[in-house]
């Protein structure tokens, strides 16, 4: 058994991605090819494959049981995501499935991906990631216009994608108009993992993501709210939040305030 042992947990903890599966059975099929390389690439990998009466099994019910209420998990295949007991292939497509997912990919995004997150947000003082058709992402939009704030440099970052469903599926940006940085390939670069990021960076599922450049004398001007999601060098990165926390600002005059150079 110790050896078994060491199988299985080896595995677990020195890959991103582990399946145990046994050959001829269609979810451990359909949960390869969900994990495969082309969807997540570069990701580090491990399918172990167990034949019928393997001893592992035995172990791997065991194991599962701390991440799965204190309840044995009995059928193939049996995936972990970062160590994190998943479950098996419907379970892929589950709340949990997809925030393990969420962060896997967000671990394989592109480095044109995170320039394109870093430019916008280190080159305006206004910088929102949206979707169409949500009423918020307009509303954000609307409340930091150039009707309002006439002088401010802004960018916004349009997704293709329809709000409020999710896993997205892989589509490109839009082109960004200010966007002159000839080292990053807005072409080749997709919407679905700079959501991943700013979902897994900064802790918000919901569009919009709101950034605002604050010079450091108008730090007071945050709401305490705001203010306490800040630390470190994100607090001179200034993530708002969403529609609300910006709406807050707003509304009490505060924007303008954290705006002016």
């Avoid at 167990?50 to 019910?61: N, P, V």
């Avoid at 058709?133 to 009707?147: G, K, P, V």
């Avoid at 999601?229 to 954290?258: C, K, P």
Wanted: with cysteine; charged share 25%; proline share 5%.
């Amino acid at each position: 058994m110790s050896d078994i042992k060491t199988k299985v947990d080896s595995a677990i903890a020195d890959n991103k991605i582990a399946v145990f599966w046994r050959p001829g059975c269609g979810p451990s099929s359909s949960a390869k090819n969900t994990l495969d390389e082309e969807n997540y690439p570069g990701v580090s990998r491990a399918y172990v494959q167990l034949s019928s009466g393997d001893e592992t099994h035995a172990y791997l019910k065991e194991r599962s049981k701390a991440q799965n209420g204190g309840k044995p998990y009995t059928t193939f295949p049996y995936v972990w995501i970062n160590q994190e007991f998943i479950g098996g292939n419907s379970d892929l497509s589950g709340s949990k499935g997809k925030a393990a997912l969420s962060a896997l990919k967000a671990c394989t995004m592109s480095a044109d991906a995170q320039a394109l997150v870093n430019h916008m947000i280190s080159s305006n003082q206004i910088a929102i990631f949206t979707q169409s058709d949500c009423i918020y992402c307009e509303r954000a939009i609307e409340e930091t216009s150039s009707t309002h704030y006439p002088k401010i440099r802004r960018d916004i970052f349009e997704s293709a994608e329809p709000c409020c469903i999710y896993p997205f599926p892989n589509v490109l940006i839009l082109s960004m108009s200010r966007l002159d940085d000839p080292n990053i390939d807005t072409e080749t670069t997709e919407s679905a993992e700079i959501r991943a990021y700013l979902r897994e960076k900064y802790g918000q599922s919901a569009v919009p993501y709101v950034f605002i450049s604050k010079p450091p004398s108008t730090s007071t001007l945050l709401p305490s709210s705001v203010d306490a999601g800040l630390t470190g060098a994100d607090a001179d990165r200034e993530f708002i939040g969403g529609s609300d926390a910006l709406h807050d600002l707003h509304e009490a005059g505060r924007l303008e305030g954290m705006l002016k150079t």
